[in-house]
């Protein structure tokens, strides 16, 4: 046992280790800044917008196999080889995107090494962190992911800040290099608590799910379907922001701003979720993150058909928050229904489900887009797909405990 003076500090210490990782999300968020290279590659190569689309959502998909490895890995080596992992791959991916001719290799080198290398970090560092805070999963986790979508922004700013001065190829050279150096750095002050040094209670938690018992509760394929439908509209959102506020606004510094306030105020969402989580339940905090982006693509459903610049932005802004919401949900239901134990390789395996997601939601806008030169139509898709991420909330049931055979959630 830790005497009291022991527990004050491994408190402090703690929210130091908070800061650390907040700051690896803030890096690997540059999966997000995606929307402000479309144009330039699209001016340079005469690409179509489903193609381009396509890069995005091959590098969503491929952070979830990236956070299935590394919830293996973590098992069976330390989480801070795990982000120096992650740190090569993602400059591996940007110095070979910088030299790409063709759109297999950008589907390569963007998608899938730089999709493969955030998965890596993002899972890791999530695992570690939420072990230090058992009694606060809900306001650290969003706390973290308040940095990943930041980062998306951040660095969304600064590349096309530099590509004003620079060419695109540049401006991934010039990313990727810094940002891999500081991912190995971040990985230096990264590390599991000891047995003991705190409490393993959890407000909502039935007890340690495995894997093969998560995958035998009933529950678990309405929320897997949850996230499916929610993430492909939050994921469309995110991809056709800049080009959406472009094709009404005609300049691309405020398609970039706007665009930027998108991952802001995902940002904002990600904490006040956590927070909400933590304070009413997962239950409750889901129907209000599921209810309040279908309001927000309903606006910018009405934003497309009028031409709306304030109203487009309004919508962005609304919806950035309340998918920010759903994606705290995640992470603190995940833990909260399922457990710590196994958190890595559970959570990895239900974001799984964003591998069909980022086909759904950011190709097909772009195909829909392509096809009609207008993104009414894809948006009222993307509200059929919050029709269905409401019926799969609606299909949740209570949890009381890990399941070993067919039974109540069998």
């Known amino acids: 046992m830790h005497s009291e003076h022991e527990m004050t500090a491994i408190g402090k210490k703690r929210w130091l280790f908070v800061i650390n990782a907040l700051a690896g999300f803030l890096f690997l968020g540059l999966i997000h800044a995606w929307s402000v290279f479309v144009r330039p590659l699209e001016l340079e190569f005469g690409w179509v917008r489903s193609q381009t689309s396509m890069t995005y959502s091959i ?48 589907y390569i080198f963007y998608g899938v090494l730089c999709g493969f290398g955030v998965g890596l970090g993002y899972n890791a560092l999530l695992d570690v962190i939420l072990r230090w805070f058992p009694d606060r999963q809900g306001l650290v986790s969003g706390i973290l992911l308040m940095g990943f979508g930041l980062g998306g922004s951040l660095l969304g700013t600064v590349a096309f800040a ?65 996230i499916f439908f929610v993430t492909a509209v939050g994921l469309a959102m995110i991809g056709n922001a800049a080009p959406f506020v472009y094709s009404v606004a005609k300049n691309q510094a405020t398609a970039a701003n706007i665009a930027g306030l998108v991952s802001i105020f995902s940002g904002m969402g990600r904490i006040a979720g956590g927070v909400v989580l933590d304070r009413i339940g997962s239950r409750r905090t889901l129907w209000i993150g599921v209810w309040g982006v279908t309001a927000s693509v309903g606006v910018l459903t009405y934003a497309a058909v009028s031409a709306s610049l304030a109203i487009l932005a309004a919508g962005y802004v609304t919806g950035g928050f309340f998918y920010g919401v759903n994606i705290t949900c995640n992470a603190g239901y995940i833990n909260k229904i399922y457990g710590q134990e196994n958190f890595a390789v559970n959570f990895s395996t239900v974001q799984t489900s964003i591998v069909f997601a980022s086909f759904l939601g950011p190709y097909v806008t772009g195909i829909l887009f392509t096809r009609t030169g207008s993104y009414v139509i894809p948006y009222l898709s993307l509200l059929a797909m919050c029709v269905g991420g409401v019926v799969a909330t609606a299909l949740l049931r209570r949890h009381s405990g890990p399941v070993t055979g067919l039974g109540p959630h069998g």
Do not use: H
């Not at 890995?73 to 989480?79: G, N, T, V």
């Open 162 to 226: 530099m590509m004003e001065t620079m060419a695109w190829r540049k401006t991934f050279v010039a990313l990727g290099i810094p940002l891999a150096l500081l991912l190995a750095f971040i990985s230096l002050n990264v590390k599991r608590p000891e047995p003991g040094q705190v409490s393993q209670k959890t407000r909502e938690s039935a007890g340690d799910f495995k894997t093969g018992e998560m995958l035998r509760d009933r529950s678990f394929y309405a929320y897997y379907f949850r």
């Open 59 to 106: 590098s969503i998909a491929v952070f979830c196999f990236g956070g299935l490895a590394s919830g293996r890995l973590l098992k069976r080596i330390s989480p801070r080889m795990v982000i120096l992992l992650s740190a090569c791959f993602v400059v591996t991916g940007f110095l070979l995107t910088s030299r790409v001719d063709s759109l297999y290799e950008l």
